[in-house]
């Protein structure tokens, strides 16, 4: 397994729980990847992922934590999220839906607010009760294909068509294009989860990914490795065990075994030998680790810089002055952030519950987070504009007042490729395109013999509830292959 990332823990887990001995190789010195927290200075912060969903009926990482066993220790929000507009409104993205429509008609107006997101939930639920049903999609060899056909229904084959509409038509459809306040908050809530614009990102991905906070939506006290670790835990009491610090570097495939080439930083290579691979880090970086040409199978569905996204990210330790209803806030910018020309930004604080991630009472820690396009191009800039553009935003938006601030700071893509490895620091998965439909989306399986991939940039791509169904498919495809 390369990578200890959300999709390669849920495949190395569900493997091992069947008794096959697992090793998960993790560069970095953290096992979690873009899902993980680090302490620094007195506080504990998110290194990505902030928010957490998918521990309702049907979804994935409920799924994974009920086969293996795992009681998650997580807070469920009362809010998951509060959205603050460029003139100053708050907008409360409620769990429930009546009273999210209500909050919706009183912000944008009433004309067909109740039946797009009436509209828009029923898709995602229709997408969360298929996703663990369809775990051969999308379909690469003939088996897979009879498979699906197996498990298809009627509402399948319905919901199916939508994935050929972008939310543009969908918001054409209930005449709601002309409705400037309302495209703008779609705009960046659709950026954060589906990494693109409404122009891009189809009906079935975008109705989903708008409903994100109508589920419910969870804290893991003193960070999200506090979901990691659980897992790393369950591979070493069953006969498996994750490597830290272990860079793959080279992989070859002889007499039927893979053979990678690993380096621990300071000491001679070494050789790790295994009948199955699973990649747990995007396909640009894994195309590059194969001796055979892998790289010409996937020409054309591999993603070049000026497709992907990277981050910058902020964290800051701050004086608690006053307590917060919600933890989670995107905030819309009234002048796109200098350098990296972001329009919005968005802001976790700790649970106000949780004084773990604080080694001082009364202190807060926040990760601030903003998308960087095209990160080839941007692999470094005057940070500190950014850092000071941000700041400003949040002491205007009364989280805190700059005297306040303990300690802080910074990472743009290059700390992000050197955290991840990942190609020019690029995160957040392969963005949602409409030219890519769900069935052309890279599957998991890597050479038709034993390697496979999961994570952010395979089906069904973004997310923590992304990749741990990427990774439920990938374990369920080696299951079916290698009759396990
Ligand atoms: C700033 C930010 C905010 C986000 N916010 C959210 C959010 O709020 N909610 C949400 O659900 N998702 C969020 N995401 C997305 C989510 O975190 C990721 O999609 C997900 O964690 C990716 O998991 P993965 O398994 O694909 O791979 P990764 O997390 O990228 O893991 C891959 C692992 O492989 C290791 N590795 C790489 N190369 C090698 C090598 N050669 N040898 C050995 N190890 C290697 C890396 O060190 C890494 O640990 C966010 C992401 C970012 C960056």
Redesign the pocket.
């Known amino acids: 397994m390369?990578?200890?990332?959300?999709?390669?823990?849920?495949a190395a887990c569900l493997l091992a729980k069947e008794g096959k001995k697992v090793g998960v190789?993790?560069?970095?010195w953290?096992?979690?990847?873009?899902?993980?927290s680090y302490w620094r200075k007195g506080f504990v912060f998110?290194?990505?992922?902030?928010?957490?969903?998918?521990l309702d009926d049907d979804m994935p990482l409920k799924h994974l934590l009920e086969e293996i066993g795992i009681d998650l220790q997580a807070v469920e929000l009362a809010l998951p999220m509060q959205v603050h507009t460029q003139n100053g409104k708050i907008i409360n993205r409620y769990k429930d839906l009546a009273q999210w429509i209500t909050e919706a008609e009183n912000t944008f107006g009433k004309k067909n607010q109740r039946e797009f997101w009436e509209f828009c939930y029923r898709v995602s639920k229709f997408v969360w009760e298929t996703s663990l049903k369809q775990t051969a999609f999308p379909p690469t060899n003939f088996s897979d294909l009879l498979f699906c056909a197996k498990n298809v229904n009627l509402k399948q084959l319905r919901y199916g068509g939508y994935s050929f509409f972008s939310m543009k038509w969908l918001l054409k459809k209930y005449d709601l294009l002309e409705n400037k306040p309302f495209v703008d908050f779609v705009n960046e809530q659709l950026l954060?989860t589906a990494q693109n614009h409404l122009s891009e990102v189809n009906v079935l991905f975008g109705a989903t990914a708008l409903c994100y906070t109508n589920y419910g939506n969870y804290y893991v006290n003193g960070g999200l490795i506090n979901l990691v670790n659980p897992l790393v835990d369950f591979l070493k009491k069953n006969q498996s065990d994750v490597f830290l610090r272990?860079?793959?570097?080279k992989i070859s495939h002889e007499n039927g075994m893979y053979v990678l080439k690993?380096r621990q930083k300071g000491k001679d290579e070494q050789i790790f030998t295994a009948p199955i691979l699973i990649s747990?880090?995007?396909i640009n970086?894994t195309v590059e680790?194969f001796e055979s040409d892998l790289k010409k199978d996937f020409e054309g569905n591999i993603m070049e810089s000026k497709q992907l996204n990277?981050?910058f990210?902020m964290g800051i330790g701050f004086r608690k002055t006053k307590s917060f209803d919600c933890i989670?806030h995107q905030i819309h910018l009234q002048e796109p952030l200098p350098e990296i020309g972001a329009a919005s930004i968005?802001l976790?604080l700790n649970h106000s519950e949780d004084h773990s991630r604080c080694d001082t009472p009364n202190t807060m820690v926040g990760?601030i987070?903003t998308h960087v396009r095209n990160p080839k191009e941007k692999m470094t800039f005057d940070k500190e504009k950014v850092e000071n553009a941000i700041i400003d935003t949040l002491e205007r938006h009364g989280f805190l007042k700059k005297e306040d601030i303990i300690y802080q700071h910074s990472s743009t893509p290059t700390a992000?490729e050197k955290?991840?490895?990942?190609k020019h620091g690029f995160?957040?998965?392969y963005p949602q395109y409409m030219h890519i439909k769900p069935w052309q989306m890279i599957g998991s399986r890597l050479d038709g013999q034993g390697a496979y991939l999961?994570?952010?940039?395979t089906y069904p791509?973004?997310?923590?509830?992304?990749?741990v169904l990427?990774?439920i498919i990938a374990y369920q495809k080696i299951k079916r292959d290698r009759k396990l």
């Open positions: 390369i990578g200890s990332g959300m999709g390669s823990l849920t190789l993790e560069q970095n953290l096992a979690g990847g873009c899902t993980s998110e290194s990505g992922a902030t928010t957490l969903v998918g954060i272990h860079t793959v570097e690993v747990g880090i995007p970086n680790l990277s981050a990210q989670h968005f976790s990760s987070s992000w955290w991840t490895r990942r995160v957040g998965g999961c994570g952010d940039t791509g973004q997310g923590i509830p992304g990749v990427s990774g």
